[in-house]
Nanobody, 116 residues
Framework: QVQLVESGGGLVQAGGSLRLSCAAS????????MGWYRQAPGKQRELVAG???????NYADSVKGRFTISRDNAKNTVFLQMDSLKPEDTGVYYC??????????WGQGTQVTVSS
């Protein structure tokens, strides 16, 4: 099993910044992709950003140019730097890890609230 522990959520005004962290532990061998998803009230969970063990990244169009995902492989930690936050970025942010290409693991989620 893989355990994912997120931190860094909170309340921020529009235009502000937050940095999320997610530390992986347990059976981490074989994790090749880590990422962040979010779920707003009444909406489906959506991909925000992902990063491979080799450093390749992808972003949702809505966050390109504002969010940056990074990864510290030595510490099995992934970060999400969120700048120029908007009220529509509000939601619960979940850390995700994919192991051996098809085994998905999720964190407990951290709330991000952006006030206008």
């Amino acid at each position: 099993q893989v355990q994912l522990v997120e931190s860094g959520g909170g309340l921020v005004q529009a235009g502000g910044s937050l940095r999320l962290s997610c530390a992986a532990s347990g059976s981490i061998f074989g994790i090749n992709v880590m990422g962040w998803y979010r779920q707003a009230p009444g909406k489906q969970r959506e991909l925000v950003a992902g990063i491979t063990s080799g450093g390749s990244t992808n972003y949702a169009d809505s966050v390109k140019g504002r969010f940056t995902i990074s990864r510290d492989n030595a510490k099995n930690t992934v970060f999400l730097q969120m700048d120029s936050l908007k009220p529509e970025d509000t939601g619960v942010y979940y850390c995700n890890a994919v192991r051996f290409g098809n085994r998905n693991y999720w964190g407990q989620g951290t709330q991000v609230t952006v006030s206008s």
